[in-house]
Each structure stands twice: as C-alpha cells, then as structure tokens.
C-alpha cells in the first residue's frame, strides 16, 4: 500500500519556477520538459480529454467522447468502469459529487449525489445497536446509507447527456463480462482490503462476507497485477440500470434485493429508503484566489474547507517565501488547522443544520483567522478531529463544445461496508461511520439525514471563463490536496503535471480518544521530496513532523486555454491512471 511513498523519492528537484527552468542549460540528466521530479509531460489535445485514475477507463471516456457523446456522457461511461476496474475506491454502492460547466449557459452546476442514512433508524436505536461502541463501525450493516451514485448518473445524464445509457454503460458491461487486466495500485488496495475484511469477519464485525468473497476473489485470492478478473454480477446490474434506468436500481428488483439481504445481515436500509432518495443541484460556492475564481460543493461535503483555506492564505505571499519552503508550509498547515476547526464542528447536512456556511468566509471572520497565525510558530492549539482514512476515485473529461465536468465518487472506507447484496456484484459504502454520536453536534446521526462527506470535486474559472476542472482524491488529504495543487499553479508557476508531482505535505489530528493531542499541534507529515531544509524550518516553528505513508492523494485534471480552446490533461503519478485526448 506504500507504493505512493516509494514513488516520492524521486520527486522535489530544483524548485525552479517555469520562467527560471527556461534560460536553464539542458544537459546532465536536465529534462526538456518539466521540472527535474516530473515523471512525465501533460497532455495536449482539440477535441476531448479525459483524465482517470484507470488508464482503460480514460480510454472508454474518449471512445465516447468520439462516438458523439458529451462530457458527461464520457464521464459517467468511465465511472461504470471505474466500478468494476478500481472497486477498491468507487461503485455503485457509493455516493456521488459533480460541477458541470454548460457552454450553452455559461454556468457551473453543482450535483449532491449522497445518500441518506435508513429513515427507520432512530438515534436511540442506534445507540443501542452500537452498545458499548461509542462510534458508528467502519463495517457491518450501521455505516450504510443510501448509494446515491446511480442517481447522479441519471441525473446528470437527464440535463446533459447525449447518447443513450444502453450505449454509455455498454462498455463498462462488455468489461465486466469479458474481464480486464487488474493495474498494479489497484491490486495491491484489493490485497489490503480483503485482508481487512477477514479481520472483521473473525471479530463478528461481518454477519456476512461470502458474498463478498464470492464476488471480489480469484480462485480464493485477490486478484495480483494483470491478472484477469471479471465480475458477471455487476454486468447483470448494469443492463438492468441500461434497460430501466435509475427505477431499476431504486425501485426494481435490486432495490427487493438490498432490502432482503439487508434484513438478513441485521441491517436498517429498505427499499423504502431507496425509492425516497433524490440527487439535489446545488449552488456551488467560491472564493476569489489572486484573480482566479475557485469553486467547490457546499456542506454536507468538505469543500468549504478548501475555500477558507485559500481565503485565509489569500494575505500571505506564497510567491515570496517559496515552493516548499518551511514557511510556505507552515502557513499553508496552519490556515488548514483553521479550517479544520470549524469543519470539525459546522459541517454536516444542511438539511438538519441551518447555520449559513457563507458565515465562515466572511471578510471580517476571514482576517481574524488569519491574525492567529505567527510566522515563527505553530499555533499551541487548534480543534484536531480524528483522521479519516478514504479511498475515492475522482476523473475529469472535457468535450469539444466546451463542456466540462469534475466528477468524485466512492465507497468510503477502501471498497465499503464488506457487504455485496446477493448477485449484485458491487459492495454497499460505509459513508455513515462519519456521523458523530455527540448530542447536540451539527452532524450527529439522524435518520433520513446525509452524512458528512470527504469526497469534493474541484472547478476554477477566470475572468468568467472555465480555466480548470481537477480534483485531488483521499480522505481529508483533499481540501489540503486542492490548496497544495492552486498554490503549485498560481503562486509557483508549475505547469499542470508538475503541480500534482511535486512533493506534498498532509496534516492530521491525534487518533487518540480525545481526538487532540496535548499539546494541540497535531502531527504533519512529509513526503520524502520535501527538503532537509524545510523539515529542519517547520519543526523550529514548532510541528511535529512524521514520515510520508503513502496517503497523499490522487490527481486528475483538466486546464482549458481560453484564447484557443486547447485542453491541457494531468494525471496523478502516484496511481494507476492517465490522461488522454484527441
């Protein structure tokens, strides 16, 4: 699982900016394109582009991309496979999250494709069933909500699409049945997240898991690198979604299906609740970030988190100090420690909390924040919630009429819950372990209510025009993930590959019971291109530095040039995927 760590070393070179790189002397090991740690060019291309966290999943995107079909169409038809190809992030049985630039209207739109939890769920109920436990379980039957992915499929599809669902799934269908050879990442994931499964099957966590054995397993094994794997189950759900759309998944017999079996493994979700659930458009939020005009996904999602970090650093001179420098860092992890701490306690459902997240970036708020911050010192105390770990898989496609979309989906938890209902062929999520228990908390569990999600998709517009869809996949790596990506693009002048190759820091809060270490500082950890210099600068001021696990995200992006319509692709070397065009 550290296969992202063993890549780092080879990354953080010069630091040169692109203008600096250009009157450099090629020779010596100097690369003709981007800096001395890039592992490879962008991408270039007219028409369409696409960008994954699997190569053969980018491919399906510009095969439809080419057969006529608009971004979103590419889009939804690479998520399909994404479901079968990388299930240890993503899948039917998870939740979804969209910005879509229309060039007919010039607008962005924003999709909230979370599920709810079981509306027959009460929060005494679940109390009880937690009994002495005082948190919601990564596996079982309690963290399951509502998979809210299919409906975002058909309602993105509904306002944008272009070619039918029979031909957009056709793909994804056609790998399931035949198989495909599984990518290295992916392989080494799926090793780590049946292992963890058995552990909870032995512990009585899983009141089933030969299903999931059944579905995820070849010849009793993960599956390794290049091996074939197939999933004829999950072909069957698809024809079935290409055949009856989204009343097939909620109202049809696969919702009868995760009824029963549900009620069988002691599980709360009906076919009540599936037939209830809705995706809601939603009014993206921004910020202003040195002229560029950066858009994210309101609460129940973690996005706002990005945006005040951004408007907070927004008064520092990013430029001046340096590309990964201490006091870059610093300033960046302590405006992120600010953020957190309110996300930590306001967001959550604003269907159960009416508390105007806008508040938060309010210009007077914005500068007291800021004034918290010393150059030369790690601030003694900030709210540290307990890191989550998540898997995602985020993509980005672009089509030659100038629609764009940033699409995130996932399970949660690795693949999920470890439940796959009977010959359905994908798991449930666990995206309900992230209610608190705390009375009275802005995101405690209720029934019928969304959980507070991490996964946030990414847009940015300048001077009225779309200039990046990206997103950065991983748990709470994200909102830093985004900053870490603007600040390398606008305040650094990397190219869009570069951005995403440079080295990245991550910060976290104590896993301990209190959720906050002593002394408040909580702990940053470093990927190994980070150099001695600001290692030796950050824990002067005061940080608590920790070796790099691997855990630092995964990116996908798209740059548009406003003046010729040409698309620039990046995609994340620390996973599988990539970015194509034509």
């Known amino acids: 699982m550290r296969y992202a760590a063993l890549l780092a070393g080879v990354m953080m070179g010069s630091g040169l900016g692109s203008a600096a790189r250009a009157e450099t002397p090629i020779g010596g090991g100097d690369r003709i394109e981007g800096q001395p740690f890039a592992t490879r060019a962008p991408v270039y291309a007219r028409h369409g582009m696409a960008a994954t966290a699997q190569p053969l999943a980018t491919q399906v995107a510009i095969d439809l991309l080419k057969a006529g079909g608009s971004a979103v169409d590419a889009a939804i038809g690479a998520n ?47 109390k009880a069933k937690l009994g002495d436990r005082a948190q919601i379980p990564p596996r079982g039957p309690l963290p399951v909500s509502v998979p809210g992915a299919v409906d975002g499929w058909f309602t993105l599809h509904a306002r944008f699409g272009r070619l039918p669902m029979a031909k957009v799934l056709a793909p994804a269908i056609r790998y399931a049945e035949e198989g495909f050879p599984v990518s290295p990442l992916v392989a080494e994931y799926w090793r780590l997240n049946l292992a963890a499964f058995e552990r909870s099957k032995q512990a009585g966590e899983l009141a089933d898991y030969d299903n999931a054995r059944a579905t995820y397993l070849v010849a009793g094994q993960p599956p390794k690198a290049g091996e074939i794997f197939k999933n004829p189950d999950l072909a069957r759900t698809y024809r079935a979604l290409a055949r009856g759309g989204a009343k097939a998944f909620y109202r049809g017999k696969v919702a009868a299906t995760i009824e029963a079996y549900m009620k069988r493994v002691g599980g709360a979700l009906t076919a009540r609740d599936l037939a209830a659930h809705k995706s809601e458009w939603v009014t993206p939020m921004h910020v202003t970030y040195r002229g560029y005009e950066v858009y994210e996904l309101p609460p129940n999602g973690q996005g706002l988190a990005a945006l005040q970090m951004l408007a907070i650093l927004e008064g520092f001179d990013l430029r001046k100090m340096g590309l990964g420098s201490a006091a870059a860092i610093h ?5 992120k420690r600010l953020a957190f701490e309110d996300r930590a306690r306001f967001y959550a459902d604003p269907a159960f909390y009416s508390m105007d997240p806008m508040r938060l970036l309010a210009p007077a708020r914005v500068e007291a924040q800021r004034a918290r911050i010393l150059p030369d010192h790690a601030m003694a105390s900030a709210a540290l919630p307990a890191p989550e770990e998540g898997d995602t898989t985020y993509l980005t496609v672009a089509d030659e009429r100038g629609m764009m979309i940033s699409l995130i989906q996932s399970n949660y938890r690795g693949m999920g819950s470890g439940l796959v209902p009977d010959g359905l062929g994908f798991m449930l999520q666990d995206r309900g372990e992230l209610f608190t228990m705390t009375p009275g908390h802005a995101n405690v569990y209720a029934p019928g209510k969304r959980p507070f999600h991490t996964i946030i998709p990414a847009f940015v517009l300048k001077d009225g025009a779309p200039w990046l869809s990206f997103g950065v996949m991983g748990g709470a790596m994200q909102p830093q993930g985004h900053v870490q990506i603007l600040t390398n693009l606008i305040d650094f002048d990397l190219g869009l590959q570069e951005a995403g190759d440079a080295a990245r820091w991550r910060h976290e809060g104590s896993s301990e019971p209190t959720g906050q270490p002593a002394d408040g500082v909580g702990t940053l950890l470093l990927e190994s291109g980070i150099r001695a210099a600001a290692r030796a600068g950050l824990e002067q001021r005061g940080h608590r530095l920790a070796p790099g696990d ?15 319509g040409v698309y620039e692709g990046a995609s994340e070397m620390r996973k599988d995927g990539c970015a194509m065009g034509y």
């Open 80 to 126: 399909a496979v994404l479901g079968l190809m990388e299930p240890v992030a993503c899948g039917v049985g998870g939740d979804l999250f969209a910005l879509v630039w229309d060039p007919k209207t010039k607008a962005l739109h924003g999709l909230n494709g979370s599920g709810r939890s079981p509306a027959g769920l009460s929060y005494e109920a679940m």
């Open 331 to 335: 300033a960046m992890v302590e405006a």
């Open 550 to 564: 691997g855990g630092f995200g995964g990116y996908q992006a798209i740059r548009r040039d406003p003046a010729t």
